[in-house]
């Protein structure tokens, strides 16, 4: 079924016409009593009268933020987890897209990429790597406001990476 004829079909139930009404109104506009032969343009022409008679189509929902580099779905990632740990008050989109900017202005020389999806995978990769800083530093803070000590690396010759302070915050958290 096409956009159009489904547009039309919910037309016909949000103006409340019976199939008799219906079919007067295409017979009247395009010459036809059923809907299901028209041409895409018999079908524009339905929906204008349909408008004119007070129908208003209601716009799709914006789609959430889709992200195509493998990078930019990990910077994703970490902002809705960041939300879920209660490190980011404001998660929309927007405030992620500003995250971005702002990273992106300061390596770019001032001229920051507006949009999440917008980025190459080399700005993507800078992006991710302060995402990556910022929660590991809200992460870190948080354990030691909590009593608890920063777990060292595999080597023991320093402080746990990105991966396993993540890991340790999580099972942290839910003692």
């Keep these: 079924m096409s956009?159009?004829?489904?547009?039309?079909?919910?037309g016909k139930r949000e103006l409340a016409l019976d199939d008799d009404m219906y079919r007067d109104?295409?017979?009247?506009?395009?010459?036809?009593?059923?809907?299901?032969n028209l041409s895409q343009w018999q079908l524009s022409k339905v929906l204008d009268h349909m408008k004119a008679l007070g129908f208003k189509p209601k716009p799709k929902p914006a789609a959430k933020t889709q992200v195509r580099l493998p990078e930019c779905k990990k910077i994703l990632a970490?902002?809705?987890t960041m939300r879920k740990q209660g490190f980011?008050?404001?998660?929309?989109d927007a405030a992620l897209d500003a995250f971005v900017k702002r990273m992106t202005s300061q390596i770019?020389?001032?001229?920051?990429?507006e949009k999440l999806n917008w980025l190459k995978s080399e700005?993507?990769?800078?992006?991710?790597?302060?995402?990556?800083?910022?929660h590991y530093r809200v992460m870190?803070?948080?354990?030691l406001a909590a009593g608890g000590?920063?777990?060292?690396?595999?080597?023991c010759t320093g402080p746990a990476g990105y991966g396993k302070l993540a890991e340790y915050y999580q099972d942290f958290i839910r003692k």
């Design 3 to 10: 956009n159009l004829l489904k547009l039309v079909q919910i």
């Design 88 to 92: 980011i008050k404001n998660a929309s």
């Design 149 to 155: 000590r920063i777990p060292s690396n595999d080597d």
């Design 78 to 80: 970490i902002w809705i």
């Design 108 to 113: 770019n020389g001032g001229q920051g990429i």
């Design 25 to 36: 109104m295409l017979q009247q506009t395009v010459g036809q009593r059923s809907s299901k």
């Design 123 to 134: 700005d993507a990769y800078h992006v991710l790597e302060a995402l990556k800083r910022w």
């Design 140 to 143: 870190k803070e948080a354990i």
